[in-house]
């Protein structure tokens, strides 16, 4: 074993996410509870189970265990224990319980903006620099929540931007009378503090380990667009998907697709990725109209065996759902995440509550 630190992303049940950095030869368990991050524990003998926590993606020596502690099927399924556990590459774990339970909070964090732009009336850019960059990790497809300056409220918006990005990217889209909607179009300027917690959420980009279908709603793609940074960063480091990676990315209106130039990027960066747009307006000359489920190929369903990951409001959310219904097919995975234009900060939030 190479004398090599591995970022182990550790992921509670409240969808809040904290990050650690572990050792050449230390078990996850120590390293977590030398950051003061108490995920359930007990013998630390692998004997009793009670820190059995599933590993979402990377590489592991499981250690040793009894059988009473960790079953084989659940090993071969993906479930392991950290307190016998040792990285072999970067890790994310689903811990059973929550951060609250762990003693371990949402990290707070100020930000100034750097640009405010303007895709369109009801669609801005946000780009951000954040105080003590080093301190926040996150993982692609993750959120953030916004706290309005001027008022109580926050809003929740997914980074738009790859986890290695110096700077931080979000998109929004605004609502009218909206709390940010109004701060942004009225008070923001650039050099103005805003103050961020998290990351959180559940919606993020897993190791590819069969072909992938990425769907996105409006300012939904901004997740996607943080997964195919991080994917693209990978290509260039000599990391190759090994399976093709297909967006259908559907609009209302022509003005409310986004960063298309972005995504023809990727398509160049990343082996195996392709993305198609759609306008649902009847009046647009896009050349694709109507909604996304309308343009899927057979190859993009891949018979079922393919992961899925759909970020859009909740009308999308549950047409898609019915489409798979109707078509027959049950995605090997299906990771999705509802936004509402003018909610505040719910819980499975992500790329546009104003």
């Not at 013998?43 to 009894?66: L, N």
């Not at 995504?263 to 307006?281: H, K, W």
């Not at 190929?297 to 990951?309: A, F, I, K, T």
Request: glycine content about 10%; some cysteine.
């Amino acid at each position: 074993m190479t004398d090599t630190n591995h970022s182990v992303a550790l992921a509670f049940e409240d969808g809040v996410t904290r990050f650690i950095t572990v050792a050449s030869g230390q078990t996850v368990a120590d390293a977590s509870y030398s950051a003061r991050i108490n995920i359930p524990l007990d013998c630390r003998d692998g004997a009793c189970g009670t820190c059995k926590a599933f590993c979402e993606s990377g590489k592991y020596d499981g250690g040793d265990y009894i059988e009473d502690a960790l079953t084989d099927d659940e090993a071969e399924a993906g479930y392991c224990l950290p307190c016998q556990m040792t990285p072999e590459s970067d890790l994310v774990l689903r811990i059973s319980g929550t951060a609250e339970m762990a003693k371990s909070g949402i990290g707070t964090f100020q930000a100034t903006i750097v640009k405010l732009h303007w895709y369109a009336d009801n669609t801005a850019g946000l780009t951000l620099a954040v105080e003590d960059r080093e301190r926040l990790a996150y993982l692609p497809g993750q959120y953030m929540n916004v706290q309005v300056p001027g008022t109580d409220q926050e809003r929740s918006y997914s980074f738009s931007s790859g986890p290695d990005a110096e700077q931080l990217t979000f998109l929004v889209r605004t609502a009218p009378d909206g709390a940010m909607t109004t701060y942004l179009k009225e008070r923001a300027a650039e050099g103005d503090t805003l103050t961020l917690e998290g990351p959180k959420g559940s919606f993020f980009l897993r190791d590819v380990k069969r072909p992938v279908l990425m769907l996105a709603g409006g300012t939904g793609i901004a997740p996607q667009l943080a997964m195919l940074e991080k994917l693209s960063a990978g290509a260039a480091a000599g990391t190759v998907p090994a399976f093709p990676i297909h967006l259908a990315y559907g609009a209302t209106w022509d003005k409310d697709l986004v960063e298309v130039e972005a995504l023809e990027r990727y398509a160049a960066t990343i082996p195996g990725f392709t993305f198609s747009t759609i306008v649902a307006d009847a009046d647009s000359q896009h050349p694709r109209k109507g909604y996304v489920t309308g343009h899927l190929l057979p190859e993009h369903l891949n018979d079922g065996d393919v992961d899925v990951y759909l970020c859009g409001p909740p009308a999308m959310v549950d047409a898609v759902r019915r489409y798979f219904d109707a078509e027959g097919i049950e995605p090997t995975n299906f990771y999705y995440e509802r936004f509402a234009v003018g909610a505040a900060a719910p819980a499975l939030a992500g790329a546009g509550a104003a």
